[in-house]
């Protein structure tokens, strides 16, 4: 299929006033038709390749503006190859149309898909934002070509760049209002592919008496078939390309017989996810892991012995071994690649400065649930960082059976902390974890904290003793985001968080799973 | 015969093949054994003439009390001897480890259950049943009142998932997708058993008891027995498709059999006998445990181990003229035939098989239900839309009974490698062609018709099958069929009086664990009575 020349049809005089024989009002409508389809059509792609491009390579004022230059530039190119297009411009046309349903239907998911394979990416993407704006450059000199004659050359600029302006506004309203929340890049894609496509099937449907019509019709079902099933596979071409479901690069993903671990970095920002649930942010996590630590270890007057449950990336172990009186910590996180991961990858080596390797932390990878269960020995403070309720199995790690377990682990002058989820999102979740340390014989009190990345943040600390909770905190010096006056500030909860009545969590009521999942459902609408 | 069945079979396995073939698993054999009772240890001594060998003398042994039958209700008998201080009995059992029904196997990721896997908070009048669960830590105190139950034990939320109409929803009844009147004819339903489950008969017995023995004998209930539970909603007017669905599955589950085929009593009892006796509002719950109920079997048989005698059967029985109990037994390690002379025999063995050993047994009338359970391991934990992944799944679109998770209970990752333990109930059709079926299948067919049964519930465990084991239970359960009430062979179990006491499930018809405990305890303490021995009842 060649788009610069038709071989076969006669050529007929380049400047010749009214094209083939047979023309209605029809064609012509289905024609100024196309040319809304197309010019929204070819909005979206540009829209498209410039979020994708700002999601992958961060920076969005630059990947906008660079993509949106080289794509504009682009139809310039095609504009100025129009006039090599001799003969059967409306066959190009629709060989045009075919080839754009195709490169703009599969974008998204293609950028996706290659993000991960590609050696450069931006090679990649401006290659085919080239493409595809040549491509769509050639639409409108050809429609005008093809419409000449049909209409006086003053009605016909005046549609043709109506209903070119008129797209573009609808694709740039619907880009950010629907398409993008609604459908998701990928399905954007394909829908809009499907769109050309229809043009250039309508457009051969109607020709199909005065000219054979097979194989462009055969290549434009194909085309359109590709995208059908790309539309239906959309979920999982999703699911299978991470970074179309981060919105942020991935540098490390990784599927354990545990969970999902999932790293991502845009600029200097590192994150992880476990199951596509942020863990931490590189940017803030100082915030949450001193609040999470020192509240605890600043109310033990020398912590020897230290248990951690969960924290496998090594970033509570970092802030723990700060304190030159603990000797020994031992740290449970289910899953071994996690912990390895920590220990070996250097950025993030970097970021818990090594603390997994760290010769007074040993690390056992098991089921904590389990591991209580059969544990002995007395830990001066205990950190339970569990990932957030979200299902049974987690909800079991926050029962009053798993609290009276640590509790025998604990210390008489012992404090635990434990992460509580937010006390501003769900209160009655973050009061369920107190009320239910309090069932296991415990004493409780709450904080909270402001994480950028999290939003407002909860703990719960505990301890046998009551006198413990209610002392104030010695804290080191040198933190980032602690001091005695901060730390105060956290124990302060106002109405809107403030503590209310809740059920204990048991192993049989799961009440904390139930009481979560409503919670936030609720916030995320 | 032989060929009709060969060619059910193939297409069977046919369809379950194309089955397990569109969820991507094809041809794939998976490692597994096929187990099931020792048939031939069963069959062992067709030929023998043992009233002959009886007369042939030989060295004996003496015992207080012969038991023979290591099941929960021998288990029970010998548990119920210790606890009273008697320690002169032995307990026979023909295969290598007692349980019975209640038996269970364990590989590297889990243990797991062979058989029965759960039993539910007993009634305030289950006394020794309490007394027991007391001192195997399964009730750890006691809290305004009532029992307070071990949470470890409980079996914890999620209890139940059904998959229906595409997604996995809590429960085993529909939520949605229900026309009005499915959901009034489910109301109805549920008052109308709740109504049974509060009634009183004019002896002053509740209507429905657990154990079943305690239960009222007015007429206004046992009455029920005479039709069957199918016939019974009918004329009740519950007709409602999910309403007969869930009810079916019910049926299957603690009886084997259909609801044509169940006494409308035994059907009834099932939602009206329970009344769980338990502090912090978990009466209705269930105590589960990773290997099921071969938890209780075990530490039932760990109190009574220097008394077992595994691997031997008993042959043959006759009260003496002078008192006492001649008895043969095989013992099918040594090869060797034994002679016990016991002052008493508790005969703690289904009916269909005691008929042969002791004369005067009848089981006319009593019919069995054929089983299949299979452990599958995973490498992974299923998943699937809608509610997470829960103790008991089950399929509203299968025939069969679902599966429970055997790590559920012990771990807090759900994502790891687990051991289903899947159940289905041999119930359509005549229980013999069944049994027949079941035992000519082999195990790759087996295999295929479980896989396919279990990715079309969970195609996410595509590719996480690592191995099927299957089990099949020839005379899995007894059937509780109308008239059972007053069936004369089950009475005349319930009426032995010494030297030879019978202690079964059979003879509450129910092949329960609390029904078998029972009538263990119950025959026990016929014994210890028998024999003059002074105890405090535990009833």
């Not at chain 1, 600029?267 to 942010?281: A, P």
Request: with cysteine; charged share 20%; glycine share 10%.
């Amino acid at each position: 299929m060649s788009v610069f020349s038709d071989d076969e049809a006669p050529a007929p005089a380049s400047d010749s006033p009214v094209p083939a024989e047979g023309w209605s009002r029809t064609h012509a409508a289905i024609l100024l038709l196309s040319v809304l389809v197309v010019a929204t059509c070819g909005l979206i792609y540009e829209l498209l390749a410039s979020t994708l491009a700002s999601y992958l390579l961060g920076d969005s004022v630059t990947q906008f503006s660079t993509v949106i230059g080289t794509y504009l530039f682009a139809m310039g190119v095609g504009s100025y190859l129009s006039r090599f297009v001799r003969g059967d411009e409306l066959g190009t046309f629709i060989r045009v149309e075919v080839m754009i349903a195709m490169l703009g239907g599969w974008s998204a998911a293609g950028l996706f898909l290659a993000y991960p394979l590609a050696d450069d990416f931006r090679l990649l993407l401006y290659a085919l934002v080239l493409l595809i704006g040549m491509l769509v450059g050639l639409e409108i000199p050809l429609l005008i070509r093809i419409l000449r004659g049909r209409f006086a050359f003053r009605e016909l600029v005046s549609n043709v760049l109506t209903y070119d302006y008129v797209g573009a506004l609808i694709a740039s309203l619907a880009f950010p209002l629907f398409l993008v929340p609604h459908l998701g890049m990928i399905r954007t894609g394909m829908v809009f592919g499907l769109a050309n496509v229809a043009v250039a099937i309508a457009l051969l449907l109607v020709l199909r008496e005065q000219r054979r019509v097979g194989g462009d019709l055969l290549a434009s079902a194909l085309v359109a078939v590709s995208l059908i099933v790309g539309l239906c596979l959309a979920e999982r071409i999703q699911r299978y390309s991470e970074v179309a479901y981060y919105g942020e690069g991935v540098i490390h993903a990784r599927s354990t017989p545990y969970q999902r671990i999932v790293l991502t970095r845009r600029g200097g920002e590192l994150r992880l996810y476990l199951n596509g649930n942020l863990q931490f942010s590189s940017r803030d996590e100082y915030r949450y892991h001193e609040a999470l630590v020192w509240p605890v270890l600043g109310r033990v007057a020398a912590p020897r012995h230290v248990l951690i449950l969960g924290g496998g990336d090594g970033l509570a172990a970092r802030e723990v071994l700060k304190d030159k009186s603990v000797q020994h910590i031992d740290l449970v996180d289910l899953d071994p690649e996690m912990t390895r991961m920590f220990r070996q990858t250097a950025q993030l080596v970097a970021l818990n400065r090594g603390s997994l390797s760290d010769p007074r932390l040993s690390v056992t990878n098991a089921d904590a649930f389990r591991w209580v269960r059969q544990a002995r020995g007395s830990y001066d403070a205990v950190l339970i960082d569990f990932p957030d309720p979200t299902e049974y199995s987690l909800g079991k790690l926050y029962t009053e059976s798993f609290y009276r377990e640590v509790s025998r682990l604990l210390a008489p002058d012992g404090v635990m902390v434990v992460q509580s989820t937010s006390p501003l999102v769900a209160p009655r979740s973050y009061w369920t974890v107190a009320s239910t340390l309090e069932a296991s014989g415990l004493a409780a009190r709450g904080y909270h904290v402001y994480v950028p990345s999290f939003g407002e943040w909860g703990y719960t600390l505990a301890a046998h003793d009551p006198a413990r909770l209610a002392s104030a905190a010695v804290l080191p010096a040198g933190l980032k985001f602690l001091t005695p006056a901060a730390e105060r500030l956290m124990f302060d909860f106002p109405p809107d968080m403030a503590r209310r009545a809740t059920p204990v969590n048991r192993l049989d009521n799961q009440a904390l799973v139930r009481s979560f999942s409503e919670e936030w459902s609720h916030y995320e609408g | 015969m032989t060929l009709d069945i060969g060619r059910r079979g193939v297409l069977a396995g046919g369809l379950a093949a194309s089955l397990a073939g569109c969820a991507g698993e094809g041809d794939k054999r998976w490692p597994g054994k096929l187990l099931g009772a020792d048939f031939d240890r069963g069959h062992a001594l067709r030929d023998l003439d043992p009233a002959r060998a009886l007369a042939e003398t030989g060295p004996e042994e003496r015992v207080g009390v012969l038991i023979a039958g290591g099941g929960v209700a021998g288990l029970a008998t010998g548990w119920r001897l210790a606890e009273a201080g008697f320690d002169n009995f032995t307990l026979l059992e023909l295969e290598d480890e007692p349980g019975g029904n209640a038996r269970g196997g364990a590989n590297t990721v889990s243990a797991f259950p062979w058989g029965a896997h759960y039993l539910p908070i007993p009634n305030r009048e289950a006394k020794a049943l309490i007394h027991m669960l007391k001192q195997f830590g399964m009730i750890i105190g006691e809290e305004g009142g009532a029992p307070l139950y071990d949470p470890y034990q409980i079996c914890a939320d999620l209890e139940e998932r059904l998959f229906w109409q595409g997604a996995w929803q809590e429960g085993l009844y529909p939520a949605t997708g229900l026309s009005a009147d499915d959901s009034a004819q489910r109301d109805r339903f549920s008052a109308a058993m709740a109504a049974f489950s509060r009634a009183t008969g004019r002896d002053g017995r509740p209507a429905f008891a657990s154990p079943m023995a305690l239960s009222s004998r007015d007429e206004t209930y046992t009455a029920l027995d005479g039709g069957t539970f199918a016939a019974w909603l009918d004329q009740q007017h519950f007709t409602s498709g999910p309403l007969r669905a869930y009810i079916r599955y019910c049926c299957r589950d603690d009886y084997g059999a259909e609801l044509e085929h169940v006494s409308a009593w035994a059907g009834i009892r099932y939602f009206a006998c329970r009344r769980g006796w338990a502090a912090r509002n978990v009466s209705d719950r269930e105590l589960v445990w990773p290997e099921g109920n071969t938890r209780l079997s075990h530490d039932m048989a760990k109190r009574i181990a220097p008394h077992i005698c595994p691997a031997q059967s008993l042959v043959h029985a006759a009260p003496q003229e002078g008192g006492g109990v001649l008895a043969l037994a095989y013992d099918h390690k040594a090869k060797a035939l034994r002679r016990y002379r016991a002052d008493a025999l508790v005969l703690a063995m289904p009916q269909f098989v005691a008929r042969h050993l002791v004369a005067g047994i009848s089981a006319q009338g009593l019919t069995y239900a054929p089983w299949v359970v299979a452990n599958i391991t995973t490498s992974r934990c299923p998943e699937g839309p809608g509610v997470p992944l829960a103790w008991d799944n089950v399929s509203a679109a299968s025939d069969h009974l679902g599966y429970v998770v055997a790590t559920h209970q012990t771990a807090s990752g759900a994502d790891g490698p687990t051991v289903l333990t899947w159940y289905t109930a041999l119930s359509q059709g005549k229980p013999e062609d069944q049994r027949r079926m079941m035992l000519t299948r082999p195990l790759a067919e087996w295999q295929r018709l479980i896989a396919a049964d279990l990715l079309a519930m969970n195609p996410d465990l595509t590719g996480a099958i690592q191995s099927i084991d299957v089990w099949r239970w020839g005379h899995a359960m007894i059937r509780p069929t109308p008239g059972f009430l007053t069936n004369p062979a089950r009475l005349a179990g319930e009426a032995l009086s010494g030297p030879v006491f019978h202690a079964h499930s059979d003879i509450s018809g129910l092949s329960l664990f609390e029904e078998a405990h029972y009538r263990g305890v119950l025959a026990a303490e016929a014994t210890l009575s028998f024999l003059d021995t002074p105890y405090e009842s535990l009833l």
